[in-house]
């Protein structure tokens, strides 16, 4: 792999070292044949500071990463349904994006959600093809042994999960849960039953460290490719299209413009037979609008190149809150005590632990701490009364028939909604105290002199109607990138997640065995509501419009989706109205994932490989 190059004419150039683009570029490589160049705008590992390059590898430490020159540091405009709330959250500038600095979990996408993109007209998408592409992206390398018989995946990511499921926290949420009539521990990677899983981190235990797209995907053999360039530091600025000259057919995607960041140096590289935007949900989007290809009404007649109204449109993304709550003496441990010393830079209670993950690459520094979680369907679902009050809300709710993915999207929420084994509300356990600030930063704990120990649990919107857009505006120095997902502009969407939220209090609290682990009228999160509170709905759905914010869960802006549906992309990625060009990352999924989408953004870019592959007539390595 070459660092630095002269000559930049290249058969795929592909925009975007992050998770999806390094498994395109790696993928295509394989091809001796393929000359294959990745822009990239962040720096590689080795080009990092000390801190930053050590804050990538240790697991725990990703929130250290935040607000750095390896992040993008986005920011939403002020939200209406959040009481104009502006919400911040990290997107990742380095080699392997986001997967460099994300909270670690690989939670696999529902079966009923890939369905779902293959129902809306993208034939070659249902479950049993893209799930296959999905298993060939991780490797569980270490896992208790009902677990690691299951999967016989042998793929780049390395996968850790945690050493007990059978005592401490882990079993006491398990057991809840099972309380409740659910399974109390399935393996995230196969089990699509409501109830509660078992999260791996992807963590290469070998080693203690994250495993990620820049570190998997680009393994020193795979960066030895002399038909592999990568480079790094560069910002591309625009797609170069060719429109026939006739004015009738497919534009031609001929290469891209980029700037060295160093140098400020514009420069080009030429693409022979294809260009791959892996730009990401927010980058992707706003490349194709900077190249003239999107709403011409936005763009402009003298602009626009390709009139393409879905650019930008259905921005998805999962709100989520959290609900903390002060635990026991007689309960099990708690990271609360570690939080605060590394808050004090407690030296006695930090250089133990980090004494040992430096020798022995274990301990709490080599894991992200979250290991159990809950896919659970709407609550009172199972009742008379659930049942009617779930007729009501979809009563309330329609939409337009002149929008027909607004339609398609709807239905599909509603077969979730009234689906006992179909999961609405996705809850995340913490054993520790956790929180948000109003504008989506991390909160810290109470700091007040108290030894109080907390659990948490995070809630997020599995399938939230809602959609947003995200459109670059301005000129020159005034040019910037508006990010509006319009969080609660369907009125159901509060409905829901207030429901579930209110079941973390009146459900999953009050039932044993957590229930016994929790003070009675204990303390509760800074800035909510006393315990009790949820009783009444209206309370909870005042405490989301205060506190609710952005998961870092962003897909749909260049949505995979029929042309007359709002569509971007057809089911092989291709741009609609070009030849050559096409996008591959979190931009093309039309319906978000219930949760993290980091492994359903690894095994899009493993599938889309392949038919992009197939589109350049490569053979097959």
Not at 441 to 460: H, K, M, R
Not at 462 to 480: E, I
Not at 485 to 494: I, K, Q
């Amino acid at each position: 792999m070459a660092a630095e190059t002269s000559t930049f004419d290249f058969d795929v150039v592909v925009v975007g070292g992050g998770p999806a683009g390094l498994v395109v570029a790696s993928r295509l490589s394989e091809d001796p044949a393929l000359d294959v160049l990745v822009l990239e705008a962040g720096q590689d590992l080795p080009q990092l500071p000390e801190n930053l390059a050590q804050a990538v590898l240790t697991p725990a430490a990703n929130s250290q990463l935040h607000k750095t020159p390896v992040d993008w540091d986005l920011k939403t405009i002020p939200q209406t349904n959040l009481k104009g709330r502006e919400l911040s959250f990290p997107q990742g500038k380095m080699l392997g994006g986001s997967s460099g600095l994300n909270g670690l979990s690989f939670t696999t996408s529902a079966q009923a959600v890939v369905d779902g993109w293959a129902a809306l007209g993208n034939p070659g998408w249902e479950w049993p093809s893209f799930s296959q592409s999905l298993a060939e992206t991780y490797t569980v390398a270490k896992a208790p042994s009902s677990i690691a018989t299951q999967s016989a995946s042998q793929g780049p990511l390395k996968l850790t999960y945690a050493d007990d499921y059978v005592s401490g926290w882990t079993k006491v949420w398990a057991d809840t849960i099972e309380s409740l009539g659910f399974p109390g521990a399935q393996d995230v990677l196969t089990g699509q039953a409501a109830g509660g899983l078992m999260l791996p981190d992807t963590v290469d235990p070998a080693l203690g460290i994250r495993s990620y797209a820049a570190n998997a995907y680009l393994t020193p053999e795979i960066r030895g490719r002399t038909n592999l360039t990568v480079l790094t530091g560069v910002e591309v600025k625009k797609v170069i299209l060719r429109k026939p000259e006739d004015g009738d057919g497919d534009a031609v995607a001929t290469g891209v413009e980029f700037t060295d960041l160093a140098t400020g140096a514009t420069k080009t590289a030429t693409a022979r037979r294809q260009v791959v935007l892996s730009g990401g949900t927010f980058g992707s989007p706003k490349i194709l609008e900077l190249s003239g290809i999107g709403d011409a009404r936005r763009l402009g007649a003298d602009t626009v190149v390709v009139d393409l109204p879905g650019v930008g449109e259905n921005l998805q993304n999962h709100p989520m809150t959290m609900v903390s709550f002060e635990v026991v003496d007689t309960s099990p441990p708690t990271g609360d005590s570690f939080v605060r010393a590394a808050i004090r830079q407690d030296q006695e209670v930090l250089g133990p632990v980090l004494k040992q993950y430096i020798e022995h690459r274990t301990g709490i520094f080599a894991s992200s701490g979250v290991t159990s979680a809950a896919q659970l369907p709407l609550p009172g679902l199972a009742t008379p009364a659930g049942q009617k009050e779930l007729e009501s809300l979809l009563g309330d709710a329609g939409a337009p028939p002149s929008d027909p993915f607004a339609v398609a999207h709807e239905a599909f929420v509603r077969s979730v909604l009234s689906s006992p084994s179909e999961a609405s509300g996705y809850y995340i356990f913490a054993p520790a105290y956790a929180g948000f600030n109003p504008d989506g930063t991390n909160a810290l704990p109470p700091l007040d002199g108290s030894e109080d120990n907390y659990i948490t649990v995070a809630c997020i919107l599995a399938h939230p109607l809602s959609r947003g857009s995200v459109h670059v505006v301005g000129a020159g120095d005034d040019q910037k990138l508006v990010i509006d997902p319009r969080y609660f502009s369907h009125p159901l969407d509060l409905e829901v997640m207030a429901r579930h939220v209110q079941f973390i209090e009146q459900g999953l609290a009050a039932t044993e065995p957590l229930a016994r682990c929790l003070k009675v009228n204990g303390k509760r999160a800074i800035g909510a509501p006393s315990a009790g509170a949820f009783k009444d709905l209206e309370v909870v759905k005042e405490f989301l419009r205060d506190r609710a914010v952005s998961a870092h869960h962003f897909t749909g802006t260049c949505s995979m989706l029929p042309h007359e549906m709002g569509g971007v992309v057809d089911p092989q990625l291709r741009v609609y109205g070009t030849a050559n060009l096409h996008v591959c990352d979190a931009s093309v999924i039309p319906l978000t994932p219930r949760t993290n989408p980091q492994a359903t953004v690894y095994g899009v870019a493993e599938h889309g490989a392949k038919l992009i592959r197939s589109s350049l007539g490569a053979r097959a390595a």
